[in-house]
């Protein structure tokens, strides 16, 4: 990357950084209160630990391979390194005990495999439950009506702890449309927060990334995925 592309970053992060406390301003929180979690696919590592050095805490990575091609080079001393891909489980093992939280979980059989690799390490992994908002058929998630189901099966396993929900909404002209989905993903957790079920905790919403992590804010989102905005446009082919 060139000096120019470090300063565009620079000059980005403050700028989202300003974005995400008026938002949080807004709803009557602070900027403390919203995570920024730096979307980091196809971004080399010496840009991201750039990231980090400007004061960026939390990075995911969409794809197992390229999160371990990065691995070694990460500065994660400071920052928490997390996957927020699909996740196949025959590559559970390649990254439990890597990251710091696993934010795709939408199935009881992924679920038990994160589960069962973590126990192998005597550790416990922390999951979101991904829910399909829009009803995508083309996109990972549990629909809204069996995530009751799904979270009272996996609560029972050992080895990892559900901390929240993220979506992935449909892709909205509509600000208004946006907000209607985040608004609907708000509301499941702050129901699912109220039942206090064992072993599941409604910590982190996690939903919002670069065109639409303000509307995401005000909808009650605590964790944010911007990369784009961050980073600028990126080639994924």
Do not use: W
């Not at 565009?8 to 920024?36: C, H």
């Not at 609907?184 to 990334?209: E, P, V």
């Amino acid at each position: 990357m060139t000096a120019r592309s470090f300063t565009d970053v620079e000059y980005n992060y403050k700028k989202i950084n300003e974005e995400i406390a008026e938002a949080a301003q807004k709803v009557g929180k602070s900027r403390e209160d919203i995570t920024f979690l730096a979307a980091t696919k196809t971004v080399d590592a010496a840009t991201i630990n750039h990231a980090i050095s400007l004061g960026l805490d939390h990075i995911g990575e969409n794809r197992v391979q390229e999160l371990l091609a990065k691995y070694e080079d990460y500065n994660l001393d400071n920052c928490s390194l997390q996957f927020i891909g699909h996740l196949q489980t025959n590559k559970v093992r390649q990254i439990v005990g890597k990251v710091d939280l696993i934010q795709s979980v939408d199935s009881v059989k992924l679920a038990k495999e994160i589960a069962a690799q973590s126990v192998k390490r005597n550790i416990t992994t922390n999951i979101l439950v991904e829910v399909n908002i829009g009803r995508e058929e083309n996109k990972s998630g549990v629909f809204e009506e069996n995530l009751g189901e799904l979270l009272a099966e996996i609560a029972e396993f050992d080895g990892i702890s559900v901390q929240g929900l993220m979506t992935i909404p449909p892709i909205c002209d509509n600000k208004h449309k946006n907000s209607e989905y985040f608004n609907k993903m708000h509301n499941l957790f702050i129901d699912i927060s109220q039942k206090k079920l064992d072993n599941i905790n409604m910590n982190i919403l996690s939903m919002g990334m670069s065109d639409d992590y303000r509307e995401a804010i005000l909808s009650g989102a605590t964790m944010v995925r911007i990369g784009s905005a961050l980073f600028g446009a990126r080639n994924y082919t």
